[in-house]
């Protein structure tokens, strides 16, 4: 490829954060102050009707790949139920975006956390098998530089396991914070790009703001007192900003508080409390300083134009309890200074510092995913929904928000259309399967665009098809419910016995789709799953 032809290619960065919920970001209403994201909304465009796959490694493995989980191999999680759309890893006919990138000429990038290699539930980390061919690395699905965690889980002030590339890194027992060493990487990464002339892809995977509640002592002090109101005012407060602000289309009624979560005045450890979400809205202010040090090093290196760059959240905020013998029970409860860790939720801890292991729960992801119902691990919309803010100076006008529905398997064919790099019928040897997205070129240059094919979620026993405006959805074991998404996205409007032939069609579509990528009967799979985990209760 000639020289200009290299110049006139966008890098690209995809930016995904971890766990965050749909109204979180200061542009979407939120009191969490997220200046350089929402600066990139403002001068971008910013979808509202972005689709996740309702948990971390499904949506990574639907990012990397265009295809739908099952496709991808990652049904449910790392965990290996024994069919290939639930073998827990990347499928070798499924040809990921640094694997195609790399080929079209681009170097290839990643910093954060990768969650789609196997599983590595293992309470010790000698056993976990790094980089074989049931636990492939990065590196080994077309990254040239990679520096994060394999795993879904870290400790912010004290990783268990890191890797460099092909290695394992020791950090600093006494100065390290993940959002920001990936930031450090993720930068040096773009340097050593642009001082060799190379066009970049970059995949920048944050943990944040997944637990452990970890936070800087400087950035939870913004939030002090914040959150002393409680959950009941905020998400009242955070739907009528959005509504101010125009991010959804239309004013719809914000759903009921979740029956699991208690009215605040009954509440006891207030303060405590306000301290979890204080920790929360800090691990995000943190994250959004982190993208601000990324773009001014483009701006510095004269990149920003010239480079597309892509955010979102991989599912919803996340309601898991972590309980002393919870999902803590898999983490090492020792510092790296050789400190022990205090695991659980203990109201007698203030959250935040190294030595905790806390998650915000139910009630706090309540408030991130209003207006919607539920969270991450449910396909309502309170799981799946994320904004998704795509900023390119150089080809796109700053636009009114997109309403169109949209999924995370879109991002890859879009990605290629942008950059001219071509999806081939096989890699390596091995035919490929055609992509499950379609490209959003269309709508981010202004023209209109329909999609051609309906959406489709299952996530342990939760599923959904999504048609035009109409939605049919279920929880594992339960009934189908049907919404009209255009009149009633908050899920509050049950139309089932309203319009049979409808649900007929939706029914019927959803289990051609299952059928055809292979999900499993969630009945079956659980039990595998508890045996192989441990754990009582795989649902949080």
């Given at each position: 490829m000639s020289a200009s032809a290299e110049a006139k290619r966008p890098n690209v960065i995809v930016i995904l954060v971890d766990d965050m919920g749909?109204?979180?970001?200061?542009?979407?209403?939120?009191?969490?102050?997220?200046?350089?994201?929402?600066?990139?909304?403002?001068?971008?465009?910013?979808?509202?009707?972005?689709?996740?796959?309702?948990?971390?490694?499904?949506?990574?493995?639907?990012?990397?790949?265009?295809?739908?989980?099952?496709?991808?191999?990652i049904g449910h999680m790392g965990a290996n139920l024994g069919t290939k759309a639930y073998q827990g890893f990347l499928r070798n006919d499924a040809a990921t975006i640094a694997e195609l990138m790399r080929l079209g000429g681009y170097r290839t990038l990643m910093s954060g956390k990768?969650?789609?290699?196997?599983?590595?539930?293992?309470?010790?980390?000698?056993?976990?098998?790094?980089?074989?061919?049931?636990?492939?690395?990065?590196?080994?699905?077309?990254?040239?530089?990679f520096y994060g965690i394999i795993d879904g889980v870290t400790h912010y002030f004290s990783p268990h396991f890191m890797m460099e590339d092909d290695s394992q890194v020791e950090v600093s027992p006494t100065d390290f914070y993940f959002t920001d060493a990936i930031t450090d990487k993720a930068v040096g990464m773009v340097e050593e790009s642009v001082a060799q002339g190379k066009s970049f892809f970059l995949y920048l995977a944050h943990a944040a703001p997944h637990w452990p509640l970890h936070a800087r002592e400087e950035d939870i002090a913004k939030y002090d007192g914040v959150y002393n109101s409680g959950w009941d005012k905020l998400r009242g407060a955070r739907h009528e900003e959005m509504a101010s602000r125009g991010v959804l289309p239309h004013r719809w009624a914000l759903s009921p508080r979740d029956e699991a979560a208690p009215d605040w005045r009954e509440v006891k450890a207030k303060d405590w409390e306000a301290d979890?979400?204080?920790?929360?809205?800090?691990?995000?202010?943190?994250?959004?300083?982190?993208?601000?040090?990324?773009?001014?090093?483009?701006?510095?290196?004269?990149?920003?134009?010239?480079?597309?760059?892509?955010?979102?959240?991989?599912?919803?905020?996340?309601?898991?309890?972590?309980?002393?013998?919870?999902?803590?029970?898999?983490?090492?409860?020792?510092?790296n200074d050789g400190r022990r860790i205090d695991m659980g939720n203990k109201v007698s801890l203030r959250p935040g510092g190294p030595l905790t292991y806390m998650s915000y729960d139910l009630p706090w992801a309540n408030v991130s995913n209003a207006p919607f119902r539920l969270f991450k691990h449910w396909v309502h919309e309170g799981g799946i929904s994320t904004?998704?803010?795509?900023?390119?100076?150089?080809?796109?006008?700053?636009?009114?928000?997109?309403?169109?529905?949209?999924?995370?398997?879109?991002?890859?064919?879009?990605?290629?259309?942008?950059?001219?790099?071509?999806?081939?019928?096989?890699?390596?040897?091995?035919?490929?399967?055609?992509?499950?997205?379609?490209?959003?070129?269309?709508?981010?240059?202004?023209?209109?665009?329909?999609?051609?094919?309906?959406?489709?979620w299952e996530h342990e026993g939760n599923a959904a098809v999504r048609i035009g405006d109409f939605k049919l959805v279920r929880k594992f074991n339960e009934s189908w419910e049907l919404y009209d998404m255009e009149l009633d996205r908050t899920e509050l409007t049950d139309l089932v016995g309203k319009n049979d032939l409808l649900k007929t069609r939706l029914v019927r579509e959803y289990e051609h789709w299952a059928s055809s990528v292979g999900v499993l009967d969630w009945s079956s799979a659980l039990p595998v799953l508890q045996r192989l985990w441990g754990l009582d209760d795989v649902n949080g």
């Open positions: 749909f109204g979180d970001l200061g542009c979407m209403g939120s009191e969490i102050r997220t200046p350089n994201i929402d600066r990139l909304a403002a001068k971008g465009v910013l979808f509202s009707s972005m689709y996740n796959c309702a948990r971390c490694c499904p949506t990574r493995a639907a990012l990397l790949t265009g295809l739908y989980p099952h496709n991808a191999g990768w969650h789609v290699g196997g599983d590595f539930h293992a309470r010790l980390v000698d056993s976990w098998r790094v980089g074989d061919v049931d636990h492939p690395t990065p590196r080994q699905r077309g990254f040239d530089r979890r979400m204080a920790v929360y809205a800090a691990m995000i202010d943190r994250m959004d300083q982190s993208i601000g040090r990324v773009l001014a090093t483009l701006q510095k290196l004269g990149q920003y134009d010239d480079t597309l760059i892509l955010f979102l959240s991989d599912n919803g905020g996340c309601a898991e309890f972590m309980a002393e013998d919870g999902w803590a029970k898999f983490m090492p409860d020792i510092h904004p998704m803010i795509v900023h390119w100076p150089r080809r796109f006008q700053a636009q009114k928000v997109i309403h169109t529905p949209c999924h995370v398997i879109d991002i890859l064919p879009t990605i290629l259309a942008a950059t001219g790099v071509l999806y081939p019928l096989e890699l390596g040897g091995e035919a490929i399967q055609p992509i499950d997205g379609e490209s959003l070129m269309p709508l981010l240059e202004g023209k209109a665009w329909k999609r051609e094919k309906p959406l489709f």
